[in-house]
Nanobody, 121 residues
Framework: QVQLVESGGGLVQAGGSLRLSCAAS????????MGWYRQAPGKQRELVAT???????NYAESVRGRFTISRDNAKNTVYLQMNSLKPEVTAVYYC???????????????WGQGTQVTVSS
């Protein structure tokens, strides 16, 4: 069974920082694209930052320059460093990844359970 487990969310004051982590566990042969999405109350889920299948990064314009995505391939883990936080980024942050469980298998898309990020004004 493959799981994406997020951690690092919480309550922080405006201007503060948080670092989210997402670890992929289970029987994993390979990881393709991996990154972060978020969903605020009453809104659709949206991309925050991802590593693409080619290894480049892709950021939402609203977070560019304040958020940084990084990864540790040895640990199958991706991070999201969030600085200069604003109340409008309050949302549930979800990890997402395309994973292959065996060398001959198919790529499947997985979601984590989400971690709440709340920024108070």
């Amino acid at each position: 069974q493959v799981q994406l487990v997020e951690s690092g969310g919480g309550l922080v004051q405006a201007g503060g920082s948080l670092r989210l982590s997402c670890a992929a566990s289970g029987s994993i042969f390979g990881i393709n694209a991996m990154g972060w999405y978020r969903q605020a109350p009453g809104k659709q889920r949206e991309l925050v930052a991802t590593f693409t299948s080619r290894g480049s990064t892709n950021y939402a314009e609203s977070v560019r320059g304040r958020f940084t995505i990084s990864r540790d391939n040895a640990k199958n883990t991706v991070y999201l460093q969030m600085n200069s936080l604003k109340p409008e980024v309050t949302a549930v942050y979800y990890c997402n990844a395309d994973l292959k469980r065996t060398s001959g298998g198919y790529w499947f898309n997985y979601w984590g359970q989400g971690t709440q990020v709340t920024v108070s004004s």
